[in-house]
T-cell receptor, first 113, second 113 residues
Framework: DSGVTQTPKHLITATGQRVTLRCSPR?????VYWYQQSLDQGLQFLIQ???????AKGNILERFSAQQFPDLHSELNLSSLELGDSALYFC????????????FGPGTRLLVL | QQPVQSPQAVILREGEDAVINCSSS?????VHWYRQKHGEAPVFLMI?????EQKGHDKISASFNEKKQQSSLYLTASQLSYSGTYFC??????????????FGQGTTLQVKP
């Protein structure tokens, strides 16, 4: 158990819909990272937040957005969903600096029908 | 920018050794190694922060050749529990103060009795 929690574990929805994925970092960690893992792709970095502020962006689609709240939990919002958005979404956390070990949560499996 | 892992897949018998390589076209700050079982979260194995650094954990060790921008993961006397997909995650120079990782495509390892 990494100490990172994610909800829900599974999500099934239809194209065009909007969903919210939630992540709580390990106690004391200030930085949250979101990654997407689809069947034919490895782990793709989406976005990083540090203490409520966006720190880095990867290949995140404009239909996707994220935020980190004062209690440090983070939410990833996916809208206008397409079939290709079906994937495992992981979040990871670190204390804050770079070159630190990232501990991954159990992931949310999203299926868009 | 994505590091290249080789081989893509390997099948071993219990007790045999394996080497997984990770090559980047960019100079690197650090290399992180993870193992992922199907449908589960990536589990941290080790982080290499300096050129030439070698780290070990039980019968799994790794090296980092900064000049060649390469890292190798060594699995000796493999056990059934070593089966899974191994990912290297890299932090290129120029990442600034972000901790984002760029992952290779993964190497699938299967250990048979």
């Amino acid at each position: 158990d990494s100490g990172v929690t994610q909800t829900p574990k599974h999500l099934i929805t239809a194209t065009g819909q909007r969903v919210t994925l939630r992540c709580s970092p390990r106690s004391g960690d200030l930085s949250v990272y979101w990654y997407q893992q689809s069947l034919d792709q490895g782990l793709q970095f989406l976005i990083q937040y540090y203490n409520g502020e966006e720190r880095a962006k990867g290949n995140i689609l404009e239909r996707f957005s994220a935020q980190q709240f004062p209690d440090l939990h983070s939410e990833l919002n996916l809208s206008s969903l397409e079939l290709g958005d079906s994937a495992l979404y992981f979040c990871a956390s670190t204390a804050g600096g770079n070159q630190e070990t990232q501990y991954f949560g159990p992931g949310t499996r999203l299926l868009v029908l | 920018q994505q590091p290249v892992q080789s081989p893509q897949a390997v099948i071993l018998r219990e007790g045999e050794d394996a080497v997984i390589n990770c090559s980047s076209s960019k100079a690197l700050y650090s290399v992180h190694w993870y193992r992922q079982k199907h449908g589960e979260a990536p589990v941290f194995l080790m982080i290499l922060l300096k050129g030439g650094e070698q780290k070990g954990h039980d019968k799994i060790s790794a090296s980092f050749n900064e000049k060649k921008q390469q890292s190798s993961l060594y699995l000796t006397a493999s056990q059934l529990s070593y089966s899974g997909t191994y990912f290297c995650g890299t932090q290129p120079h120029g990442s600034g103060n972000t901790g984002k990782l760029i992952f290779g495509q993964g190497t699938t390892l299967q250990v048979k009795p």
